[in-house]
């Protein structure tokens, strides 16, 4: 294991694939692409890792997204997942993907420690169930994400390893708690993170970053070993918890959603990533109730008019947001009753994914909670899916969020428009200055 990345593209990674292409090149393509010149060994995975180790030199220093950087696993993962294809053992899309884990999933041998003074040594013995599946896939562990500390914020400010910077401006907040998570995918320091989500924690740094963020029903993900052994959180945290996916587009969640979800039925048949061309009649509703500035209005009512666009039966709804003052007590009630109580006339809901612009660094500083969560939370209480992509810029350059959401165990009806809309909107394809 290695704390740093070289630049420099020493021997031990030489392909021995005859013909792999620059990793530059495809720096900012889609992780089914790249898993098909893999496969096709038109690319090596030493190739894909190599672009990635050379942008975190390049810009780890500026953003500080990871906390710990694997290099040295990761070559030999890298290494493992060519011979592989060479052997034609193929795995599936993950195989030989650099891929970042949120600093709160346990991983073994390497420090897990949720930007926690106290854990800054720990180091687990097993990985979480999660990251087993990812291990499993063929992908590729490239590091540990920085995080804010212990989940408890939503701006990335606070961790003992520093705060993260906004890849497109580090005036302003990246957002949290997967402030770095969001950070290298939407820099190009990795091509997918695995991460949480208890009131937005995934959804809101991807908005602020311009990436797609994807949170399942409550469940849907195994998010066994995240501190294993620690003292548990409250329940309420336990009951609110999602795993998370952040990526740069939404093909690219559905792939790293086929590999982290056990199949269970008939409910769970087919791959996600082959739902999001199938055809479907979704009736839409759009927040009538949902808080928003100007900047954001504008933005979010731009981005119906495209879906509608797409032929979607679009009307007004209210989202069930949700008072939590009154806390937990009737959670799981709620949860099994909002299905009938909120979409019994629609399929979907569509609501900016933040009620503000972006907080700048200087007034968020002090304040865990400058981004505000309302918005995103209420997906949380009822365990629903929920993704929020990228839908455009505010005056000062800075990235904007559309989410969408959907009734229990319908991940494929979230994903199918919020497909559409980025291949209509094009939004996602516009890397940061970093």
Known sequence: ??????????????????QARPASNFDFGNIAGLAESLREKRTSPIDALTGCLERIERLQQQLNAFITITAESAVEGAKAAEHDIEQGRWKGFLQGIPIGVKDFFDTVGIPTTAAFEHFRHRIPATDAAPVTKLRDAGAVIIGKTNMHTLGMGTTGLESCFGPVKNPWNPDFIAGGSSSGSAAAVASGMCW??????????????????????????????????????EQPPGEVILWLSHAGIATRGVEDAAVVLDALVDRRGDRDSGSFVDSLNQEADLRIGVANNAGADREVLEAFEQAVETIRSLGYTVRAAAAPLTDFS??????????????????????????PTTPTVIPPVKEAMGNPLALS?????????????AVSVPCGFDKRGLPLGLQIVGRPWDER????????YQMASGWNKRPPLA
């Not at 309302?374 to 629903?384: I, S």
């Not at 009806?413 to 559409?420: D, E, I, K």
Request: with cysteine; hydrophobic share 40%.
């Open 413 to 420: 009806s979230v994903l199918r428009p919020a497909y559409q």
């Open 1 to 18: 294991m290695s704390a740093t990345a070289t630049g420099e593209r020493p021997n031990a990674l030489k392909s021995s694939f005859a």
């Open 192 to 229: 997918a993170t695995l991460d949480t989500d208890a009131i937005g924690s995934c959804r809101l740094p991807a908005a602020c970053c311009g990436v797609v963020g994807f949170k399942g029903t409550y469940g849907l993900i195994d998010t066994t070993g995240i501190l294993a052994g």
């Open 373 to 385: 969560p309302e918005n995103t939370m209420f997906a949380n209480h009822y365990g629903l899916p």
């Open 326 to 351: 009154k806390g937990i007590a009737d959670i799981e009630g709620d949860r099994r009753t909002v299905a009938d109580r909120c979409f019994s006339d629609i399929d979907l809901l569509l609501l």
